[in-house]
């Protein structure tokens, strides 16, 4: 696989595995909208939920 596709790929993985709000800012679209289905039935729109789960990890010492 090519190096540069790859590390595409993973870095928006990468910000929120380490809580790095400003990475994963930089790397995911602000209307992103998805579904969390572990954690909630409804759809997700905008950043806001993964900035507070990050911001809850990162106080949990995750």
Not at 43 to 57: A, Q, V
Request: hydrophobic share 35%; proline share 6%.
């Amino acid at each position: 696989m090519d190096s540069e596709i790859h590390e595409f790929l993973l870095s928006p993985l990468r910000g929120i595995q380490e809580n790095n709000i400003p990475e994963y800012h930089e790397t995911t679209a602000e209307d992103l909208t998805l579904y969390e289905w572990w954690v909630t039935p409804q759809r997700l729109d905008g950043l806001p939920f993964h900035e507070f789960m990050m911001n809850t990890n990162a106080a949990h010492g995750g």
